[in-house]
């Protein structure tokens, strides 16, 4: 819906008197702008000595200050000006929309969008467009390359697109190009002092919190960021290269992923942001009622911390009795789904060190699928599929339309993909060009055979979800699994109380919380889970995703007075409220549930223990709760007393505030039920 603006009749006033300018051949046009419909941020763009730049400033305070925008080609002039001015148009768009499960249910698109055309002044006179779509909670752009007689098939060497940040930020980053791919403890340090690192990007200033992303990434590279000249403010978009070192091979028209900026006064703001989703284009799946958010439980944990294998033999995790094990607690306690890793022939020795050998229908000797499955049914838990790949993409699409045949025949509805590996087909990144279209591959194929994905070692998440809700979650950071086993002990107990402002701004996050037994040294001294048992809880709240793990061994929670948190947590919200939150310290997120009239509040701490106090006014106005608290005991200490909790019941209304202690590596979780 258009609606009329009186502000974008003066805008369009300002752009014909530019456009005169132009035409009369200055060097440099005046800056076009587009202001978010709250007037806080303004996004612009000029000609200046016919190159494109562009600059974005938040309530008349510089963010971006000018910066240069193009392209260079392989074999082709640069597409970097000079240019002229062709035309340009706005729009305001105010619509709204329903995600069909999500963090929250409505979301408002309301945004002012700025095209800005230009054309080459010399030969091959090549045309491109810059187009800004400005949001109250951030900024897009995106580059179109029409259809043209001088451009049709060509390959981008380089984006050239620059981010000239007006302060030097303090960043909270993870590097590029490293053998773990997005599996890295998130550093803190001056912007300045960056070199090429993933997105989401999240930068920090007195004012303001600033998310770089991008929206829509579908058969283009991932966008990196490189720091050009060292002790800069300046990153240049660094595009994941072919092995070849073609960044894209393209085609006219093309239109690239956007470019997000999501800009926040206070880093929990960010909670509240739909820029990533609003620049995705709708479902286009149809009905998508068979996408059923809920929690699953895995023979996985018990392989990680040593006491079972993957391989088949002696201590062959993946057993037609242990998976009864497993779906018999599932079936008691309302859990979704029971994850079998191991299940499939191929996972012999050190199966991540060799081409694929995995055959994605043929089960393992002790393992009887169809047994399985039956069991599964009789009692109404499902089997979640696994297709480990071992980043083998050719071994494995020569093999996924029937992978997806043989489990959709089993009536399996969610399949866990995973991509370990250092190179895909042992030479490229997992995060270039190659693997985005794998991805689309994988989304698609699995949508026809109505199956969702939880991809593992994945290529980052750009709000895809909204165009195929099938594409559910996906790992793509430091997950459980290295609290499991991996040689530096672990995750550090800030980890969670940075990844909700960092990587869960990109879209859900498969962290698989939920360990009750701290106690696993027998073969993993070294590790350890660095929480305390209420923060495990606490992370089903503040940890979106809409599936979640309930990853403990069924003994584990056997009988534990705490598991009744995990079986009442609700997986899709209606609501989500960011509370509180300093990055790297503590958060507190609210989120209400979808099916019921229940909120749901989780609330973390880094290693320092730390009191809050909670203003309960998200609640519904009116509505009495009974608070069911876990929270840590007094001696609760992630190192060495993490199974101190209690558990308290209050009345609550939304006029209360409520103090909150939370441990070293501590945290709280309270279901909030209307009474
Ligand atoms: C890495 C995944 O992140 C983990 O969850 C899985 O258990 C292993 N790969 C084996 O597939
Ligand atoms: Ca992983």
Request: no cysteine; hydrophobic share 35%; glycine share 8%.
């Amino acid at each position: 819906m258009n609606t009329y603006n009186p502000r974008l009749w003066a805008l369009l006033a300002l752009i014909v008197s530019l456009n005169t300018l132009a035409d009369n051949g200055e060097q440099s046009s005046s800056w076009t702008l587009s202001t978010s419909p709250n007037g806080n941020i303004a996004a612009e763009v000029r000609l200046t000595e016919g190159r494109l730049q562009y600059r974005i400033s938040y309530r008349d305070r510089p963010v971006i200050m000018p910066s240069s925008l193009g392209f260079v080609f392989k074999d082709e002039p640069a597409l970097m000006g000079p240019f002229t001015h062709v035309e340009t148009s706005v729009r305001e768009v105010d619509t709204a929309w329903t995600l069909p499960w999500g963090e929250r249910k409505h979301i408002a698109d309301h945004f002012t969008e700025l095209r800005y055309k230009v054309r080459e002044t010399a030969d091959p006179e090549r045309e491109m467009a810059v187009v800004f779509r400005v949001y109250d909670d951030g900024v897009g752009f995106r580059y179109e390359i029409p259809d043209q007689p001088g451009l049709t098939q060509f390959e981008i060497i380089d984006e050239r697109t620059e981010f000239v940040f007006a302060e030097n930020y303090h960043a909270w980053w993870i590097p590029a190009y490293r053998d773990q791919r997005y599996e890295y403890q998130y550093a803190r340090s001056a912007l300045s002092s960056l070199d090429v690192v993933h997105t989401p990007l999240t930068l920090q200033g007195d004012e303001i919190t600033i998310v770089v992303h991008e929206a829509a990434l579908v058969d283009y590279a991932s966008m990196t960021l490189r720091m050009e000249s060292d002790n800069s403010k300046t990153l240049v978009s660094d595009l994941v290269p072919w092995a070849n070192g073609v960044r894209v091979v393209a085609q006219t028209p093309l239109k690239t992923p956007w470019r997000t900026l999501q800009i926040a006064e206070q880093p929990s703001d960010l909670f509240s942001s739909n820029l990533i989703l609003n620049l995705n284009e709708p479902n286009k799946l149809g009905d998508v009622s068979w996408v059923e958010p809920g929690k699953y439980m895995g023979i996985w944990w018990e392989m990680h911390i040593g006491l079972k294998d993957w391989s088949p033999g002696d201590k062959q995790g993946a057993t037609t009795e242990r998976a009864k094990d497993y779906i018999d607690f599932a079936a008691e306690h309302g859990i979704d789904g029971v994850l079998v890793e191991g299940w499939n022939t191929g996972w012999e020795g050190e199966w991540w060190q060799r081409a694929p050998t995995f055959d994605f229908t043929r089960a393992v000797e002790g393992f009887d699928i169809n047994e399985v499955v039956n069991y599964g049914k009789r009692k109404g838990v499902r089997l979640v599929g696994h297709h480990e790949t071992a980043a083998g993409i050719q071994h494995y699409e020569a093999q996924m339309e029937e992978a997806f045949r043989f489990y959709e025949r089993l009536g399996v509805k969610n399949v866990k993909t995973g991509y370990v590996g250092t190179r895909l087909d042992g030479n490229q990144w997992h995060h270039g060009q190659y693997m985005v279209r794998h991805f689309q591959n994988v989304a698609e194929t699995a949508a026809r055979h109505r199956i969702t994905i939880n991809a593992h070692e994945p290529i980052k998440d750009t709000g895809l979800r909204r165009t195929y809700p099938n594409m559910m979650t996906r790992e793509g950071a430091r997950g459980m699994e290295y609290n499991g086993g991996s040689p530096d002990t672990g995750n550090l107990p800030d980890h969670t109380t940075i990844v909700p402002f960092t990587r869960l701004q990109a879209g859900p996050f498969d962290y698989n919380a939920g360990i009750f037994n701290f106690d696993y040294r027998e073969h993993r001294p070294h590790n350890r889970v660095p929480t305390t048992l209420a923060k495990q809880l606490a992370l089903y709240v503040v940890i979106y995703s809409p599936l979640q793990m309930v990853p403990d061994l069924p003994e584990n929670y056997e009988g534990h007075p705490a598991f009744q948190f995990v079986e009442d947590v609700a997986t899709d919200w209606e609501h989500t409220r960011g509370i509180n939150g300093v990055i790297g310290d503590y958060v507190t997120i609210a989120r209400k549930d979808r099916q019921s009239d229940d909120w749901y509040l989780g609330a973390i701490t880094d290693e320092n223990a730390r009191s809050l106090t909670v203003a309960l006014d998200f609640l519904d106005v009116g509505t009495t709760y009974r608070a069911e608290i876990y929270e840590d005991g007094k001696n609760a200490h992630w190192r060495d007393n993490p199974e101190d909790y209690n558990i308290r019941t209050m009345t609550v209304r939304s006029t209360d505030r409520l103090d909150i202690e939370l441990a070293p590596g501590g945290g709280t979780a309270i279901r909030f039920v209307a009474l």
